[in-house]
């Protein structure tokens, strides 16, 4: 098997990747992700899998520029085979789901399982031929959904820029990430008209150019469950550009913030330790993505990487101690433990170049050892062949020819 032939710290280093942490495992918030959580066009995925709070199960079901053969075999693979399995979730993420590609039963269970205790997040926006928006509103998933159809004959995407406005500060949304802050990154290149249904409770909206005000952050209570809906467009597209919203620094925050909240649990308050220690984690993931690469390829052509394998397996112990302090929310040691990581990682990274250059300078050295000597050896055959001719030169006649 190829992965048998792989040194021993490329199979540890995918392994931490996808094991679940078992020191408070209990506590992480499942949650089942259904849209487009791949290139997703609301980043809000990727701040999921880099945050131990969260065990996150990705369906694809977002057709646009996808063909619909395509998802719909993905949503028929990863769908969850009953309403037991579903229900075993702490929240559901719908994320530019098209609702074409879901069976009634399928529909019925996401309307059931929120007034179960199921956390429940609705994103969406109809888009040319696609079921993003309006079709979820009219069927039975409609019932908790805290938004209804404007009562108004033109409804959907509107042309209008919106700016995002705080109407429940003391929400625990709003409360804990700067939103007053949020300057430029608080506005949309448009809006979608739509309106709150009656019971549920707006903690921001989106105010446009013309003095109009449509829902951004809707939620309510559904049974034992809560049911949130957040109202913005694509990200970008080929035709349209990024919202300055998906630009915002806190936008992995907020993301976390409000998968916490649907599945009622506490959301910590120490935002900017939160913060720090996020982008820290992202971050050194992927300069060790980077090292695991450089240093596969170095193991491959003949380099000592022990000392590298030793110190890559040091700095995996002390991510996966991190992640179990962040579990228990002690951030400010978890803090400090991701910190002596990243030191850690920037010792491997310099340790790293240095077997690389010793690396290469070894295969330039072989590689001119074998060219001088090839060189030598051609040197020699060519000389005595070519220079020494004449002690092999042609005899005028042979006694035979004489008798002749």
Request: with cysteine.
């Amino acid at each position: 098997m190829e992965i048998a032939r792989r040194p021993w710290y490329i199979v540890l280093f995918l392994a931490l990747a996808a094991m679940p942490i078992v020191a408070g495992d209990a506590d992480r918030v499942r949650v089942l992700y259904i849209g487009e959580p791949l290139g997703s066009p609301l980043p809000y995925f990727v701040a999921l899998i880099n945050d131990p709070f969260f065990d996150v199960t990705p369906v694809q079901a977002f057709t646009y520029n996808l063909p619909d053969d395509i998802a719909w075999r993905s949503v028929r693979r990863y769908m969850p085979r009953n309403y037991e399995l579903l229900s075993s979730y702490d929240a559901i993420t719908l994320v530019y789901a098209d609702a074409k590609l879901f069976r009634p039963e399928w529909r019925s269970w996401f309307t059931w399982a929120v007034p179960d205790g199921v956390g429940f997040t609705f994103t969406g926006q109809d888009v040319e031929k696609h079921q993003f928006l309006w079709e979820w509103l009219d069927s039975t998933v409609g019932e908790v959904i805290p938004l209804v159809r404007p009562g108004v004959t033109h409804y959907g995407m509107g042309e209008d820029p919106g700016v995002i406005r705080v109407t429940r500060p003391g929400h625990p949304l709003m409360a804990y990430l700067p939103w007053s802050e949020i300057g430029r990154h608080g506005s949309f290149y448009d809006t979608t008209q739509i309106t709150a249904k009656q019971g549920s409770e707006t903690i921001a909206e989106l105010r446009t150019t013309f003095g109009k005000s449509y829902p951004f952050l809707v939620w309510w209570e559904v049974g034992e469950g809560r049911s949130l809906s957040i109202m913005t467009r694509f990200a970008e597209d080929h035709r349209n550009p990024s919202d300055p919203f998906f630009d915002w620094p806190y936008l992995g925050d907020f993301s976390a913030n409000y998968h916490l909240y649907v599945a009622g649990r506490q959301i910590p308050e120490d935002v900017e330790v939160l913060h720090l220690i996020r982008t820290t984690t992202v971050e050194a993931w992927r300069v060790k993505n980077t090292l695991v690469s450089s240093i596969d390829f170095i193991a491959k052509l003949g380099g000592n990487t022990g000392r590298l394998e030793d110190m890559l397996g040091e700095a995996d112990e002390k991510l996966l101690e991190s992640r179990r302090m962040y579990l228990d929310y002690e951030f400010q040691e978890s803090l400090a433990l991701l910190e002596d990581m990243t030191d850690d990682i920037d010792e491997i990274v310099i340790a790293t170049i240095e077997v690389k250059d010793q690396t290469f300078m070894t295969i330039y050295l072989v590689e001119w050892f074998v060219m001088m000597s090839t060189g030598m050896v051609t040197g020699v055959v060519v000389w005595t062949l070519m220079v020494r001719r004449r002690l092999y030169r042609e005899a005028g006649s042979t006694r035979a020819a004489l008798d002749c």
